[in-house]
C-alpha cells in the first residue's frame, strides 16, 4: 500500500520501520536497538567464560614512542586510580602524560582535560608501570590517554578486543583544519614497512616479533592497543553484552567475549527464561572487525573470512523436560547477520555452541535475538 512519507514518521508507522533496519543489522546512533517480539532481553544470560584484561597478556612488538601516541580506553567505572603499562626504556627517563575523557556523544575523540603528570621510568626491559591518573569518572565510556614523545621509551603492543585501541598522529590539514581529526589508527599488514593511508599520513609499523609474524594473513583486521591494565579493571565483555540492545560500540564496546581459547570444547553463550517459550527465529549478530578500513581498490586480501567472525556454531534448544533441539548447525560462516528461522515449541533454555572462528582465539558476539512465536506482530 502507498503512503505519504509525512505519515511514516511517527507513532507505530516509524517504529516499523526502525525494527526493519534493525533486524537487518543497521544502525541509528543512540537509539537502543530494542526489536518489538524479541524476547532475549528477557533472559538470564551466561557463558563459558568472559575475557578479562587482567588475563595474561602477550606481547606482539614494541611500539617506540617516536612521536606522541594515544591509547583509548572504555572506562566504566566509577573512579579510575591508575593505568599500567608494559615497556621497554632505554636508559633512566621520564614519560608525560594526559588523560581525557571523550564527549558526550560517545564520539571517539579526546575532549576535557582529567589529569596529566609525569612519571619517572627506570632502564630496563619488559617491565610495567604505573600511571597514577587518580581521578573521578563522571561520564563512563570512551577515555584517552596521551603519551608524550620520548624515544627512549617502547611500548608493548597487543591484539585485543574492540574498546581499547592505539591511534598516532596525523598531520595537520592546512586547508581543512580539525583538531577533532588530529589522530588516526590506520595500521599496516605486519611485515609491511612502508604506506600511506587514504588521509595522506604515513601509516606508523611497530616493531613486530616473531609471534606477530604468525599472524602477517590476519593482522590487517585485527585490533590493537598498547599492552596495559586498568586499576580497578574494566569489567566490559560479560555475557550480558549480547542482550544490552546495541551490536555495535557506542560508549563501550557492547559485546560478549569468551576468554581466550583453543576451541578444543566449544565456547558457549546460553539464554535461560523462567517460563516456555515458543520460538521463530534466532537472530547472531557477530562481530565483522567493524574498525576496519577496506582498501579502496580491487585488490584482494589475503583470507576468505573476517578473523573475528565466528566460523562453526551450533544453536541448540533445550524443552522443560530435558530434551533438546538442533536449531541450526553451522560450517563456514563468514557473514555477521545470521537469521535463522525456525518453529521450536515450550523452550526454556537456547544455547550457542561455537566450535571456531576464522581465526582468533576467542569467541566475539555482539547480539543475539530471539523472536517470540506468540507476538502477533510478528508474521510479515
Known sequence: SQSDPRSLTSGNAIRAIQRDLFLADH???????????????EATVTASSVFSERDPVKSWGLDRLRDDRMLQLPVTSQRLDSISLWIDADCDTQLRYRLH????????????????????????????????????????GWHFLILAKNPAVA???????????????????????????????????????????????????PDWNDYARNF????????FAHCCQTNPAQELYGAEMAVNGHSRPTHAPNLWVSAA??????????LNWE??????EVQLLLDSSLHFHFWQSWQGY?????????????IIAGHEDGSETIVAEITGNYQRNRRHRTSVRGV?????????????????????????????????
Open 27 to 41: 544502525h541509528i546512533h543512540a537509539l537502543e536497538l530494542a526489536v518489538d517480539g524479541d524476547i532475549a532481553r
Open 101 to 140: 575523557q571523550g564527549p558526550a556523544n560517545s564520539s571517539t575523540f579526546p575532549e576535557d582535560l582529567l589529569t596529566e603528570g609525569v612519571v619517572g621510568i627506570l632502564a630496563g626491559e619488559s617491565q610495567w608501570i604505573e600511571i597514577p591518573v587518580s581521578c573521578a569518572i563522571n561520564r563512563p
Open 155 to 205: 611500548v608493548h603492543m597487543m591484539e585485543t578486543p574492540p574498546g581499547k585501541r592505539w591511534y598516532y598522529p596525523r598531520p595537520e590539514d592546512p586547508i581543512r583544519p580539525n583538531h577533532f581529526t588530529k589522530w588516526t589508527s590506520r595500521s599496516l599488514m605486519i611485515g609491511m614497512t612502508r604506506a600511506v593511508d587514504a588521509d595522506g599520513a604515513g601509516v606508523v609499523a
Open 216 to 223: 602477517k594473513a590476519e593482522s590487517l583486521f585485527l585490533n
Open 261 to 270: 581459547s583453543e576451541f578444543v570444547e566449544p565456547e558457549w553463550i546460553s
Open 275 to 280: 517460563s516456555p517459550k515458543n520460538i521463530t
Open 302 to 314: 589475503p583470507l576468505r573470512g573476517i578473523p573475528s567472525i565466528i566460523r562453526d556454531y551450533r
Open 348 to 380: 526454556r533454555r537456547l544455547r550457542v555452541e561455537i566450535a571456531a572462528t576464522n581465526g582468533i582465539t576467542r569467541a566475539q558476539l555482539y547480539g543475539i535475538r530471539v523472536m517470540d512465536g506468540d507476538w502477533c506482530g510478528h508474521a510479515r
